[in-house]
C-alpha cells in the first residue's frame, strides 16, 4: 500500500499552488469505486492530513475524471504539493508514525491491489492565477517547444484569464499551467498541463461547449491574432478532459 497508493497517493491539490507537484493516475473499476473513495478519504487522507501538519506537504486532493475516453484508462488521480524537490521526503510522509494517523492497519485499507497506478508524473508549476475549485479543465499538452509554450501561456493567455477570473463571466475561478519533470521523452503522454478550474459543473460544460467564432468577445480575439500556437502546437491538445474534486486537504 504504502509507495504504491498514494506516493502518499494527484491538476492543480492543483489549486494550491505549491511550487512541486506529484500526479499520481489510478484504474479504479466501476463495482469498486465507492471502496476505493471511502479507503482512500477515510484512512488515507489522514496520513496526508498529518504530513501536511507536520510541513512535509502543502496540499493534497483527489479528484474523478468525468467521462470515459477509453477502456481501461486512469478514472482517478491524486495530487500531492510540496513547496520545493528539496522539500519532498517520502520516507518522511510514510513514517509509523504519519501511519498511525489512520487507525487501523493499512494492509486492512489497501486499494493498490485493486485499483492500480496507470502512470505517475512529477510537474513544476509556471504560472496561477485564482483561487479554488471543484471542477478542473484539465488540457493536456505535447508543444512541439515546450519554452514557447510556456512563455505564450505566461505572457499572453494568462492576463486574459485573470481578467475573465476577476469579472467572473465566464465561471472560472481558476488558471494554471504546469510542466512535465519526469517523466520526459518522445513515448510520454504529455509534457505540460494546463487547467481552467470552475465551481460548478454547469461552468465548466458550457466553457467547454462549442462556440460560434462571430460570438467571441473583443479580449479572446485580441489574444488569438497574437498567438502563435497553431505553430507551437498545430495539432491541440493531447487531451481535455473535466475532473471533480472528491476531497481536498490544506494546510489549517
Same mark, same amino acid.
Do not use: C
Given at each position: 500500500?504504502?509507495?504504491?497508493?498514494? @506516493?502518499?497517493? @494527484?491538476?492543480?491539490?492543483? $489549486?494550491?499552488?505549491?511550487? +512541486?507537484?506529484?500526479?499520481?493516475?489510478?484504474?479504479?473499476?466501476?463495482?469498486?469505486d465507492?471502496?476505493? +473513495?471511502?479507503?482512500?478519504?477515510?484512512?488515507?487522507?489522514?496520513?496526508?492530513?498529518?504530513? %501536511?501538519? &507536520?510541513?512535509?506537504?502543502?496540499?493534497?486532493? @483527489?479528484?474523478?475524471?468525468?467521462?470515459?475516453?477509453?477502456? =481501461?484508462?486512469? /478514472?482517478?488521480?491524486? +495530487?500531492?504539493?510540496?513547496?520545493?524537490?528539496?522539500?519532498? *521526503?517520502?520516507?518522511?510522509?510514510?513514517?509509523?508514525?504519519?501511519? &498511525?494517523?489512520?487507525?487501523?492497519?493499512?494492509?486492512?485499507?489497501?486499494?493498490?491491489?485493486?485499483?492500480?497506478?496507470?502512470?505517475?508524473?512529477?510537474?513544476? @508549476?509556471?504560472?496561477?492565477? =485564482?483561487?479554488?475549485?471543484?471542477?478542473?479543465?484539465? /488540457?493536456?499538452a505535447?508543444?512541439?517547444?515546450?519554452?514557447?509554450? %510556456?512563455?505564450? /501561456?505566461?505572457?499572453?493567455? &494568462?492576463?486574459?484569464?485573470?481578467?475573465?477570473?476577476?469579472? =467572473?463571466?465566464? =465561471?472560472?475561478?481558476?488558471?494554471?499551467?504546469?510542466?512535465?519533470?519526469?517523466?520526459?521523452? *518522445?513515448?510520454?503522454?504529455?509534457?505540460?498541463?494546463?487547467?481552467?478550474?470552475?465551481n460548478?459543473?454547469?461552468?465548466?460544460?458550457?466553457?467547454m $461547449?462549442?462556440?460560434?467564432?462571430? *460570438?467571441?468577445?473583443?479580449?479572446?480575439?485580441a489574444?488569438?491574432? &497574437?498567438?502563435?500556437?497553431?505553430?507551437?502546437?498545430?495539432?491541440?491538445?493531447?487531451?481535455?478532459?473535466?475532473?471533480?474534486? +472528491?476531497?481536498? %486537504?490544506?494546510?489549517?
Amino acid at each position: 500500500m504504502k509507495k504504491v497508493v498514494l @506516493l502518499l497517493g @494527484l491538476m492543480v491539490t492543483m $489549486s494550491s499552488m505549491a511550487q +512541486v507537484a506529484y500526479l499520481q493516475y489510478r484504474v479504479v473499476p466501476n463495482d469498486r469505486d465507492n471502496e476505493f +473513495v471511502q479507503k482512500e478519504t477515510m484512512y488515507w487522507a489522514k496520513v496526508a492530513k498529518m504530513a %501536511i501538519d &507536520k510541513g512535509q506537504m502543502t496540499g493534497w486532493s @483527489l479528484w474523478r475524471k468525468i467521462g470515459i475516453t477509453e477502456v =481501461g484508462a486512469p /478514472n482517478y488521480v491524486f +495530487v500531492n504539493n510540496y513547496e520545493s524537490f528539496d522539500k519532498v *521526503n517520502q520516507e518522511a510522509i510514510w513514517s509509523a508514525d504519519n501511519l &498511525k494517523a489512520m487507525g487501523v492497519s493499512p494492509n486492512m485499507v489497501q486499494t493498490g491491489s485493486f485499483a492500480p497506478t496507470a502512470f505517475d508524473y512529477w510537474m513544476q @508549476l509556471e504560472a496561477s492565477a =485564482g483561487g479554488d475549485y471543484k471542477y478542473a479543465v484539465v /488540457n493536456y499538452a505535447k508543444p512541439n517547444s515546450l519554452g514557447g509554450f %510556456i512563455e505564450e /501561456n505566461k505572457t499572453l493567455w &494568462k492576463p486574459l484569464h485573470e481578467k475573465n477570473i476577476a469579472s =467572473g463571466n465566464m =465561471g472560472m475561478t481558476s488558471w494554471g499551467i504546469m510542466s512535465v519533470v519526469s517523466p520526459k521523452g *518522445n513515448q510520454t503522454r504529455f509534457s505540460a498541463m494546463t487547467w481552467d478550474g470552475f465551481n460548478t459543473m454547469a461552468d465548466a460544460m458550457k466553457y467547454m $461547449s462549442y462556440q460560434d467564432a462571430t *460570438n467571441t468577445d473583443a479580449d479572446w480575439t485580441a489574444v488569438t491574432s &497574437k498567438s502563435k500556437m497553431g505553430d507551437i502546437m498545430p495539432n491541440g491538445f493531447q487531451y481535455t478532459i473535466l475532473y471533480e474534486l +472528491v476531497m481536498r %486537504i490544506a494546510p489549517d
